[in-house]
């Protein structure tokens, strides 16, 4: 009797160590999503329609245990980040970070995933260097890295679960490139910017990023810190309407989940095609100037190419008149 009851109590905390474990293994994820205000035009860094339309995807889908909420702006009661796996931040520079660098910076040593995306990669130089390249690997740095418009062709690190699920994205945005970053950085969303593939330069343009011709640019870029936790970067995200690129959205949601601490699934985080009434969900408000933003055409990728300008050339002398 004795040992039938040894044997008993043996089998239930075996039992019970394995529930637990499989417990913390589909714990939910909290991953918050902290959006700038609206600037530019409608349907350019539309940060809260796309911080709301990448959650909205990820609460729908059932493959990897997330619950993504959204909150305008850093939160003014800051416990509400306590319990989060990662933070997602999609602003204008550091709009939404300057209220909360050492929180953020508290959270990152707890081991709490952080991504920036877009415009918020670009912080001073010496934040870039003392919070960006831990936090995320890597961040837009004045003087070297440039913002053009161009058609890029992005390669996903088919070594890297991030590729879950991923071909070749073709499509025009603003990605920034010739990034200043770390050494452990991992590209994780490669493309090569060319004469024959640039729309045109925007109003930041260096010698670094004329050198970069024909070399391979990481866009979307992620870390591994010391204690094991994610971070990461994506330089895309200006046009909004390039969410309803179904691989473009899905490489940054499994980003996103890798950044949570979350496996990705082997088909990548199940994220259904969108249509033209959900692009236009949660658009900031222009009053009359706000447009109805179709879904993306392949057309638009038809376009002469702009000039790929020296910035060590002289400029031509404009004539006199």
Known sequence: MKTYRSFTLLSLS?????????????????????????????????FKAGSHLLANHLNKQNAVSVKAVVHAGWPSDESILDDADAVIIYADGTKVIKSGWEKMDQLAKKGVGCMMMHYAVHPSITEGE?????????????????????????????????????????????????????QKMIPLGTAIPTKDNLVRINNI?????????????????????PDGSHGAGFTGGHHHHNWALDEYRQLVLNTIVWVAGKDVPAGGVPTPSISEDELNENLDDYGNKTNRIKLPDPQRLNFTPGSWRDPAAPRPKKKKK
């Not at 740095?141 to 699920?165: C, R, Y």
């Not at 050198?211 to 979307?220: N, R, S, T, V």
């Open 14 to 46: 075996v039992a019970i160590f394995f529930s637990g474990l499989a417990y913390s293994q589909d714990k939910i994820a909290k991953i918050v999503f902290l959006h700038g205000a609206r600037s530019h035009k409608s349907g350019d860094h539309e």
């Open 205 to 225: 343009w260096t010698k670094g990023g004329y050198d970069c011709e024909g070399k391979p640019q990481p866009l979307l870029w992620g870390i591994v810190r």
């Open 130 to 182: 003392e919070y960006f390249l831990p936090w995320i690997g890597g961040y837009f740095k004045n003087g070297e890295s440039v913002n053009p418009f161009w058609a890029a062709k992005i390669l996903p690190n088919k070594d890297h679960q991030t590729s879950h699920g991923i071909g070749d994205i073709h499509t025009i945005d603003e990605f920034y490139f010739n990034i200043k970053y770390s």
